[in-house]
């Protein structure tokens, strides 16, 4: 059996540039993709508000932790005057990932993902307690952490996960401030879900 550490981000796509982006505010959000994380996954949503998203919605993207590793590094995170890089007033800086980088490895049914509510609808299929349920109860709910929108898309991949056949488990980690979303186990023979 293969364990494999992954970090998964529920997003709408940047359609403009044609990429997802992940965050680069600090440098162990970094450095643990190049140590600890052995894929990154994408989900992506609809945003009933931005015209053209609907087609991606439920696309599932992947790229290897030590890839994006060596692209952030390649790109220059640290100059913010680089254009693959963004930020807003918050001081939250990201890095743009295009499509071209990255492996389109699945698909969400589009029922299931505008039934889940992470596409700007408003109702969702998961309960507040379906969401509670995915984090160990002995821990205090963080709402830094446990974003909706993020939640839902984890669910939404653990089921996913849980179909393919080379998954044999699908575990979430008992910290909710570990770095790694899900941990997969997976048939010897596989490199990956």
């Known amino acids: 059996m293969i364990y494999l550490n992954t970090e998964i981000k529920t997003q709408t796509p940047y359609l403009r540039a044609q990429c997802m ?43 290897k932790g030590k890839d994006l590793y060596n692209y952030i590094n390649e790109k220059g995170y640290k100059d913010k005057n680089n254009a693959v ?16 980088k990255l492996k389109l490895v ?7 993902m505008k ?8 109702n969702s299929i998961f309960s507040r307690t379906d969401m509670l349920e995915w984090y160990p109860s002995n821990y205090k709910l963080d709402s830094n952490k446990m ?4 939640m839902i898309g984890e669910m ?18 008992e910290d909710i401030y570990n770095p790694v979303d899900m941990i997969l186990t997976i048939k010897e023979k596989d490199k990956a879900a």
């Open 156 to 173: 939404i991949m653990k089921e996913y996960f849980e179909s393919q056949e080379r998954v044999i488990e699908v575990e979430k980690p």
């Open 106 to 112: 699945g698909y969400i049914d589009k029922d299931k």
């Open 21 to 63: 982006s992940y965050p680069i505010k600090k440098m162990i959000q970094i450095n643990k993709l190049k140590d600890t994380i052995d894929y990154v996954y994408w989900l992506c949503t609809e945003d009933i508000n931005i015209p053209g998203t609907s087609p991606y919605s439920g696309r599932i993207y992947r790229i």
């Open 147 to 150: 974003n909706t929108k993020g």
């Open 85 to 100: 890089i963004k930020s807003n007033k918050r001081g939250d800086i990201w890095i743009n990932i295009p499509f071209s």
């Open 115 to 122: 039934k889940s509510g992470i596409g700007g609808t408003g």
